[in-house]
């Protein structure tokens, strides 16, 4: 009898053991995809991690559908197909996107542009084919580049591109947008905590399982190998926008992926990387882009006129500036110098 | 159970429990416990069974942990290749061929990196080395994602010792 007992015990315990493994791994769910042309991931803890995360990945593809450039069927790519000729009616959520991206371009002075989809076709960085195209040829695309052309009707929700050739590119503001929705669409579940990640641009919610809230580092523009320091995040966006990873060269020179819609060309600044850390994902995005465009002291300027966000600036010396509001939660890494603005 | 409801092994009552038993083993009724070698033969045989995935759990695990970090590689979400990386570690290197062609990933004592990749744009080979924990070098065109994973707390003070849960880059 006793030997049953002492046979059922070891038999038993590991396998009890690993029933309750399974019981803390239901309420953990995590999914990697490629959408948006990048890599995504999104991490859920809670009682309906899985369905939560399905449901966020679902979301991901709709997003791309309706407001991707290159897909047919896309509101999006209706409004180009239609540059210059006549009103695109849009959902109400493509409208709100675009609204907002044109409100951004107007307080950042032009930094941040929609509209430059046709300089990103002509120095190849939307098909891979790179080249640095003439003069001539930058000044004929730029008549054809401006966000005051863009129309919309709010009562109809209709918008229109005034000129033929005109194209409009939301990429500098999908991916934020789609962390916003995303973490709202996870929200309708019984979930305790996410991280989602889409192609570098993060968004936290609640903290991790240890109680710690969720730490997302900062990439070093100079040194893919090391950070600039590490954010402890909570219920924020973080987004960084630099030329350090899609660029090519010519003649020995560096042409960067982020168009400086003033002149035509990649944006030359003073700046590596612009980081931006806020609760609302679209205004992190977006911000970050004109923030870098705009560079160093101009973007400090504008922190100081609004400053309701958290700014991580690298320059080209290697000095990291911080705004004074996100002191506490940034840890600069060993070896930087840093300098704290407010 | 008290004493006073009988479960002494001595006391009377608990021989009529189970008399069939005391029976057949030809005892006085007794229900006093009795191991026999081949009873001590089963219990280690069984335990030795039960303990076996925890042995193996324990020594991936040992092997692993003796570094600081495992680099991983993982196409279209299946892993297909992982890898110590710390002080001690092999130099490895692992040919993945697709359709899209040829991605090679290496990994040593101090990283990992994509060495080579057919993909047209090379944002994997530009990536460079990635030596910390969270951090990741994706080649979209394979669908693949090279990724370093903690297996130890971080020893670098200004990182959290839990490590980095994201990079925003």
């Keep these: ?342 | 159970m008290s004493k006073e409801n009988g479960n002494d092994g001595n006391a009377p009552k608990a021989v009529d429990r189970d008399p069939a038993g005391a029976e057949a083993r030809g005892s006085d009724f007794s229900p006093r416990l009795s191991f026999g070698v081949p009873d001590f033969l089963l219990i280690i045989v069984l335990v030795m069974a039960g303990l076996i995935p925890f042995v193996f759990g324990t020594l991936r695990a040992t092997k692993e942990s003796d570094f600081e970090k495992v680099a991983i590689l993982t196409v279209a979400g299946q892993e297909v290749w992982r890898c110590p990386v710390g002080n001690g570690s092999e130099p490895s290197e692992f040919t993945y061929s697709s359709q899209e062609g040829i991605l090679i990933v290496r990994a040593d004592k101090s990283g990992a990196w994509v060495a080579h990749s057919d993909c047209p744009d090379q944002i994997c080979v530009r990536t460079g080395k990635i030596s910390r924990a969270g951090q990741i070098s994706v080649c979209i065109p394979f669908r693949a994602v090279l990724r370093i994973e903690a297996t130890n707390p971080i020893s670098d003070a200004w990182i959290h010792p839990d490590g980095i849960d994201a990079v925003s880059e």
């Design chain 1, 1 to 342: 009898m006793a030997a049953i007992v002492v046979v059922a015990f070891f038999l038993f315990f590991p396998a009890s053991c690993s029933g309750l493994k399974k019981e803390t791994d239901a309420t953990e769910a995590k999914e990697e995809i490629f959408a948006m042309n990048t890599y995504m991931r999104i991490e859920v803890r809670g009682r309906e991690a899985k369905e939560a995360v399905n449901a966020g990945v679902k979301e991901i593809y709709r997003l791309e559908n309706l407001l991707s450039r290159s897909i047919p069927e896309s509101e999006i790519f209706a409004v180009n197909s239609a540059a210059g000729e006549e009103y695109t009616t849009v959902s109400a959520e493509t409208f709100q996107v675009i609204s907002i991206s044109l409100l951004y371009s107007e307080m950042t002075d032009g930094c941040f542009d929609v509209t430059v989809a046709p300089l990103m076709d002509l120095w190849g960085f939307s098909s891979g084919d790179y080249r640095v195209p003439n003069p001539s040829e930058i000044d004929d695309v730029m008549s054809s580049v401006g966000y005051e052309m863009v129309r919309i009707e709010e009562d109809s929700g209709r918008v229109m591109l005034e000129k033929k050739g005109m194209s409009m590119d939301l990429g500098a503001v999908t991916k934020g947008y789609a962390g916003d929705r995303v973490l709202a669409v996870i929200q309708q579940y019984d979930i305790e905590s996410a991280l989602i990640n889409l192609g570098g641009n993060v968004t936290v919610f609640g903290k991790k399982k240890t109680g710690a809230p969720y730490h997302v580092a900062i990439a070093d523009p100079e040194n893919r190998g090391e950070y600039l320091g590490v954010l402890a995040a909570e219920n924020q966006s973080i987004v960084t926008s630099g030329g350090y990873e899609r660029f090519f060269e010519s003649d020995g020179k560096v042409y960067i992926h982020i168009m400086d819609p003033e002149t035509g060309r990649p944006a030359e600044t003073d700046l590596l990387s612009v980081s931006v850390i806020d609760a609302d994902g679209i205004k992190c995005d977006i911000l970050s882009t004109a923030l870098f465009v705009m560079g160093k002291d101009a973007a400090i300027g504008f922190w100081r006129e609004n400053p309701d966000f958290g700014m991580i600036l690298s320059d080209s010396s290697g000095t990291l500036f911080v705004s004074q509001n996100i002191k506490e939660e940034f840890s600069v890494a060993d070896g930087k110098s840093v300098v704290y603005f407010e």
